[in-house]
C-alpha cells in the first residue's frame, strides 16, 4: 500500500515537472530514477534547453545522412565508375533534380525525427520509458534477442504502413515524395513526405514503451535502419547473396528488391525482410 502511493506520488510528482517545464532549461526536484541527486536534493533533469536538444539532434541525424548516402553515392556512382556499370539496376543515370528533391525532403525528414528523438530523452530523463543502461540488467542475450525483435517489429510496422501508403487515396500526400525520383540512389534512403517521416519516427517514439531497450541497442537499431536503407537504395545489385536465387539472400530486401518496388509499386513492401511479401503475396507480380 505504500509502495503504490509511493509510485502515485512520484507520478504526479513527475506529470507536475513535465507539465511546468520550459522551453529554457529545466530543473526538477530529486526524483528518484531520474537524473542525478546532488546537494540540496535538487537534480537538473535536462543539462541543456530542449531547442539545444533538437538542434543537436538535428545535426547528427542530417551529418549521418550526408556521410552514409553522400559517402555511398560517391563510391557507385562517381569512383567505382565503369567497374560496376554492369550491375546498375536502373533505367537511365540519376537526375539532379531528383537528387536535390530528394535532399530537400531529407532535411524535412530530419526535423521530425530530430524532434521525436528530443521528445525520447524528455521522457526518458523523466523515467517514463523501458531504456536502460546496464547492460546486465536483463542479461547479455537480451541485447540480442531485442536487437532482432525490434528489427522485426519495425519490419512488420513498416510493410503494412508502407502497403497502405501505395492506396490510391493516400499515395499522393503520404508517399509519393519517396517514389519522385522513379530508380533510386542512396540519397532517396531517407526521403520522405513529412506525414510519412512522421509515421516512421513515432514507431521508436511508442517501442520505448513497450519493450525495455539498452540505450546502446536503440542507436545500433538505428544505425542498422540507416544502412540498411542506403543498401536498399543503392541502385546497384552488389552482394551475390542479396539475389532471389540465394537460400538466405531471398529472405532479405536489398537493391535488388527495392529497385524492384520503386519500379513496379505492386511488391516487395519490406524494409529489412520478405517474411511479410512472401506470406502475404507480394513477392511477385
Ligand atoms: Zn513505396
Ligand atoms: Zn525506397
Known amino acids: 500500500m505504500v509502495s503504490v502511493r509511493y509510485q502515485v506520488q512520484d507520478f504526479v510528482q513527475k506529470s507536475k ?26 537534480v537538473k533533469l ?53 537528387i536535390f528533391n530528394d535532399i530537400k525532403l531529407s532535411i524535412l525528414s530530419a526535423v521530425v525525427f530530430a524532434v521525436c528523438a528530443t521528445f ?34 519495425q519490419d512488420t510496422y513498416f510493410y503494412f504502413m508502407h502497403r497502405m501508403f501505395h492506396h490510391p487515396l493516400l499515395f499522393r500526400q503520404m508517399h509519393y515524395g519517396h517514389h519522385s525520383s522513379g530508380d533510386p540512389t542512396p540519397w532517396s534512403s531517407f526521403a520522405f513526405d513529412p506525414p510519412e517521416a512522421i509515421l516512421q519516427a513515432v514507431f521508436f517514439v511508442g517501442i520505448i514503451f513497450i519493450i525495455p531497450l539498452h540505450l546502446i541497442t536503440l542507436g545500433v537499431i538505428l544505425m542498422t535502419m540507416t544502412v540498411w536503407a542506403v543498401f536498399n537504395h543503392l541502385g546497384f545489385y552488389v552482394f551475390s547473396w542479396s539475389s532471389k536465387n540465394h537460400w538466405l539472400g531471398k529472405w532479405f ?5 527495392h529497385s524492384m518496388h520503386h519500379s513496379n509499386y505492386k511488391m516487395y513492401y519490406g524494409l529489412y525482410f520478405t517474411f511479410w511479401d512472401k506470406l502475404l503475396g507480394t513477392d511477385s507480380e
Not at 530486401?253 to 528488391?257: H, R, V
Request: proline letters at 3%.
Open 46 to 98: 535536462m543539462d541543456y534547453s530542449l531547442l539545444f536538444y533538437c538542434f543537436a539532434f538535428f545535426t547528427i541525424i542530417l551529418g549521418r545522412y550526408f556521410i552514409i548516402a553522400g559517402g555511398a553515392y560517391l563510391l557507385f556512382y562517381s569512383l567505382l565508375g565503369k567497374n560496376i556499370a554492369k550491375r546498375s539496376l536502373r533505367q537511365a543515370a540519376p537526375m539532379a533534380e531528383a
Open 17 to 42: 515537472v513535465f507539465h511546468n517545464h520550459s522551453i529554457g532549461t529545466i530543473y526538477m526536484l530529486k526524483i528518484s530514477g531520474c537524473g542525478a541527486p546532488c546537494a540540496g536534493g535538487n
Open 253 to 257: 530486401i536489398g537493391p535488388t528488391y
Open 120 to 153: 525520447i530523452i524528455l521522457e526518458y530523463k523523466l523515467g517514463f520509458t523501458l531504456l536502460y543502461t546496464d547492460p546486465q540488467k536483463y542479461g547479455l542475450w537480451y541485447l540480442v534477442f531485442s536487437f532482432v525483435g525490434v528489427l522485426f517489429l
